[in-house]
Antibody, heavy 120, light 107 residues
């Protein structure tokens, strides 16, 4: 069965960096695009970033462009979100999600989420 | 960037009711629209993709319709386990975005 397990969250000071990981299993990871979606406490969902199945193309929300970098390691079935220059409004649960195809914007499986708290 | 506007929120209904949620895109997105269900403390789950296609394993009381800028999500007969927040999401072009969510409550 498809599983996505996120990790790497925690408490970090404003301006610092953090890297999230998402370990995938139960499917051929290298055949699927991947996404990150976040949810601030008590708020709605915000799409953050996407990466094509082969890592050739990456896209970002305006709110994180230039600060966050999405990447993937198809040999280790893992995607990453490198978050730099963190701000208080980056505090959220971060979900990794699988696109339903090579380039798909349909997120058909989601991880359990990992909480990032940006606070001094 | 494309903005997605959902209504109503919140929404109160009784078990057995027909429930309808609307989602409007700020520009034409063809049928590039998904609907997700999120229960408290849980990750979202995909219910409908491409505006009207039911994801495998999702009960047939859920349905979606629409194209262009106006979309509708319907629960034909509300069940107690349907209490959740529902989100639309477009994927016509980047950046993708979600509607603000519709919290469904039992009356």
């Amino acid at each position: 069965q498809v599983q996505l397990v996120g990790s790497g969250g925690g408490v970090v000071q404003p301006g610092r960096s953090l890297r999230l990981s998402c370990a995938a299993s139960g499917f051929t990871f290298s055949n699927y695009g991947m996404h990150w979606v976040r949810q601030a406490p008590g708020k709605g969902l915000e799409w953050v970033a996407a990466i094509w199945y082969d890592g050739s193309l990456k896209y970002y929300a305006d709110s994180v462009k230039g600060r966050f970098t999405i990447s993937r390691d198809n040999s280790n079935n893992t995607q990453y979100l490198q978050m730099n220059s963190l701000r208080a409004d980056d505090t959220a649960v971060y979900y990794c999600a699988r696109g339903s195809g090579y380039y798909s914007g349909v997120c058909d499986y989601w991880g359990q989420g990992t909480l990032v708290t940006v606070s001094s | 960037d494309i903005q997605m506007t959902q209504s109503p929120s919140p929404l109160s209904a009784s078990v057995g009711d027909r429930v309808t949620i609307t989602c409007q895109a700020s520009q034409d997105i063809s049928n590039s629209l998904n609907w997700y269900q999120q229960k408290p403390g849980r990750a979202p789950e995909l219910l409908i993709y491409d505006a009207s296609n039911l994801e495998t394993g999702v009960p047939s009381r859920f349905s979606g319709s629409g194209s262009g800028t106006d979309f509708t999500f319907t629960i034909s007969s509300l069940q107690p386990e349907d209490i959740a927040t529902y989100y639309c999401q477009h994927y016509d072009n980047f950046p993708y975005s979600f509607g603000q969510g519709t919290k469904l409550e039992i009356k």
